[in-house]
C-alpha cells in the first residue's frame, strides 16, 4: 500500500506545528534495505511477515507525564516518534530514520464525544509484537490541566483484534502530556504475539470512565469523571525485518540475538547468573546510531522454560531504521553491525 502521509497532514494548519515532507512507503524502501543488510558481514537479513492477536481487556491505571515540554513535531504518531527520538538521542532524526516510521503508521482520523468530553484515535505504528496508538482526549468547553499526571486516565482501555495470539500481555504504560490549548495526548502500547496472517486486522478499542482535572489560568477547578467511546477501524498488516547477530566468542550463556525495526530478541540460560554480559539480564540495551546517538529498549519480556532458557524481547522506545544502526549495546559491550 502507498500512502503519503503529507496528503493526510493537510488538514493541520497551525503555524507552530513542524510538519516536515514525509515520503510515501513503497516496495523499492523494502528493497533497498534488504540489498543493504545482505551485503553485512556478520548479519542474516529475513524478511519477517507477523499478524495480530485479539489483544487485551485492560485497565490504563498510571500515565507517565513527558511534560510540558514534550510537543510533537506533527500532530500524528510519527510527529510524536519524531520528537521523542530528539529527547532520548539529543539529535535531530534523519530523513530515512521517519520514512521508516511513517511507513509503519497509519492514519485513523475517527472521533466520538460522550458527557462533553471528545476522543480522537489519531494515528497508528505497527510492529510484529508491539502496536502504539494515539489518541487524542478534548474537553467540549473547558481546558485540561498540564503536569498532572496522578488521576489522568481512562478506567478501563480495551482493544480487541481479529486474529488468533499465541501469548497474551498487557498494555504498556501511556505516555502523556498537555498542549498549549488544553489537549491530552496519549500514545499507549501494547505488546502481544500472534499467528501470521495475511488479511486486514479489524479493530475494537473500547475506552470507559476518563479523568482529568480542569485547568483556568494556573489553577485547578476540579476534576472530569466518565464517559464511554467505542471505536472500529482496519489496520492494514506492516512488513518488518530481522537482522540475525553474530555473538562475540567471548560472550557466555547467549545463544542467539536479532534485532528488528521495533525488538531484540535474545535466548540466554536460565538461571542468568554466569551469562555475559549481564546487561542482557537487566535490560540494559540500547540500539547504536551512527552518530552515537542511542536508542534504549523501552519495555522487555521474557519467559523461560523448563530446559533452562531464557527468551526476552526488549522494545525500542522508538522503532528504528536498521539502515542506520551500526551497533546493539549491552551493557558496556556493543555487538557491530556491518
Given at each position: 500500500?502507498?500512502?503519503?502521509?503529507?496528503?493526510?497532514?493537510?488538514?493541520?494548519?497551525?503555524?507552530?506545528?513542524?510538519?516536515?515532507?514525509?515520503?510515501?512507503?513503497?516496495?523499492?524502501?523494502?528493497?533497498?534495505?534488504?540489498?543493504?543488510?545482505?551485503?553485512?558481514?556478520?548479519?542474516?537479513?529475513?524478511?519477517?511477515?507477523?499478524?495480530?492477536?485479539?489483544?487485551?481487556?485492560?485497565?490504563?491505571?498510571?500515565?507517565?507525564?513527558?511534560?510540558?515540554?514534550?510537543?510533537?513535531?506533527?500532530?500524528?504518531?510519527?510527529?510524536?516518534?519524531?520528537?521523542?527520538?530528539?529527547?532520548?538521542?539529543?539529535?535531530?532524526?534523519?530523513?530515512?530514520?521517519?520514512?521508516?516510521?511513517?511507513?509503519?503508521?497509519?492514519?485513523?482520523?475517527?472521533?466520538?464525544?460522550?458527557?462533553?468530553?471528545?476522543?480522537?484515535?489519531?494515528?497508528?505504528?505497527?510492529?510484529?509484537?508491539?502496536?502504539?496508538?494515539?489518541?487524542?482526549?478534548?474537553?467540549?468547553?473547558?481546558?485540561?490541566?498540564?503536569?498532572?499526571?496522578?488521576?489522568?486516565?481512562?478506567?478501563?482501555?480495551?482493544?480487541?483484534?481479529?486474529?488468533?495470539?499465541?501469548?497474551?500481555?498487557?498494555?504498556?504504560?501511556?505516555?502523556?502530556?498537555?498542549?498549549?490549548?488544553?489537549?491530552?495526548?496519549?500514545?499507549?502500547?501494547?505488546?502481544?504475539e500472534s499467528e501470521d496472517t495475511d488479511e486486514p486486522i479489524?479493530?475494537?478499542?473500547?475506552?470507559?470512565?476518563?479523568?482529568?482535572?480542569?485547568?483556568?489560568?494556573?489553577?485547578?477547578?476540579?476534576?472530569?469523571?466518565?464517559?464511554?467511546?467505542?471505536?472500529?477501524?482496519?489496520?492494514?498488516?506492516?512488513?518488518?525485518?530481522?537482522?540475525?547477530?553474530?555473538?562475540?566468542?567471548?560472550?557466555?550463556?547467549?545463544?542467539?540475538?536479532?534485532?528488528?525495526?521495533?525488538?531484540?530478541?535474545?535466548?540466554?540460560?536460565?538461571?542468568?547468573?554466569?551469562?555475559?554480559?549481564?546487561?542482557?539480564?537487566?535490560?540494559?540495551?540500547?540500539?547504536?546510531?551512527?552518530?552515537?546517538?542511542?536508542?534504549?529498549?523501552?519495555?522487555?519480556?521474557?519467559?523461560?522454560?523448563?530446559?533452562?532458557?531464557?527468551?526476552?524481547?526488549?522494545h525500542w522506545a522508538v522503532p528504528i531504521d536498521l539502515d542506520?544502526?551500526?551497533?546493539?549495546?549491552?551493557?558496556?559491550?556493543?555487538?557491530?553491525?556491518?
Open positions: 500500500m502507498n500512502m503519503n502521509l503529507k496528503d493526510v497532514f493537510d488538514c493541520y494548519s497551525d503555524e507552530d506545528i513542524r510538519l516536515k515532507d514525509s515520503p510515501s512507503s513503497s516496495d523499492d524502501r523494502v528493497c533497498s534495505l534488504t540489498n543493504t543488510k545482505l551485503g553485512r558481514e556478520n548479519a542474516v537479513f529475513k524478511k519477517r511477515l507477523r499478524k495480530y492477536p485479539v489483544i487485551l481487556v485492560a485497565v490504563i491505571a498510571v500515565v507517565l507525564l513527558m511534560g510540558a515540554g514534550f510537543v510533537a513535531a506533527s500532530d500524528s504518531i510519527d510527529g510524536w516518534f519524531r520528537t521523542k527520538w530528539e529527547k532520548v538521542t539529543g539529535e535531530e532524526m534523519s530523513d530515512a530514520q521517519y520514512e521508516t516510521i511513517a511507513s509503519l503508521s497509519q492514519y485513523i482520523g475517527l472521533s466520538q464525544s460522550s458527557d462533553g468530553v471528545t476522543v480522537t484515535v489519531d494515528s497508528a505504528t505497527l510492529g510484529e509484537d508491539i502496536m502504539y496508538v494515539l489518541l487524542y482526549v478534548e474537553s467540549d468547553d473547558a481546558k485540561f490541566a498540564p503536569k498532572v499526571s496522578a488521576g489522568t486516565s481512562f478506567a478501563t482501555a480495551s482493544i480487541e483484534l481479529d486474529a488468533p495470539i499465541t501469548r497474551f500481555s498487557h498494555v504498556g504504560a501511556s505516555w502523556q502530556y498537555t498542549d498549549d490549548n488544553g489537549k491530552i495526548c496519549f500514545v499507549i502500547s501494547k505488546t502481544f479489524n479493530v475494537t478499542l473500547h475506552l470507559e470512565d476518563f479523568c482529568a482535572y480542569y485547568a483556568e489560568d494556573t489553577g485547578l477547578t476540579g476534576t472530569f469523571n466518565g464517559g464511554v467511546w467505542d471505536f472500529e477501524f482496519t489496520l492494514e498488516r506492516t512488513e518488518t525485518h530481522l537482522i540475525e547477530l553474530t555473538i562475540p566468542d567471548t560472550w557466555v550463556g547467549i545463544h542467539e540475538l536479532s534485532v528488528s525495526e521495533f525488538t531484540l530478541y535474545a535466548v540466554y540460560d536460565y538461571p542468568s547468573y554466569d551469562v555475559y554480559p549481564r546487561g542482557i539480564r537487566f535490560g540494559k540495551v540500547y540500539a547504536v546510531t551512527e552518530s552515537g546517538g542511542e536508542i534504549y529498549s523501552g519495555f522487555s519480556y521474557s519467559i523461560s522454560d523448563d530446559s533452562g532458557v531464557t527468551t526476552a524481547e526488549y542506520e544502526i551500526v551497533g546493539i549495546k549491552i551493557g558496556e559491550e556493543i555487538i557491530e553491525i556491518g
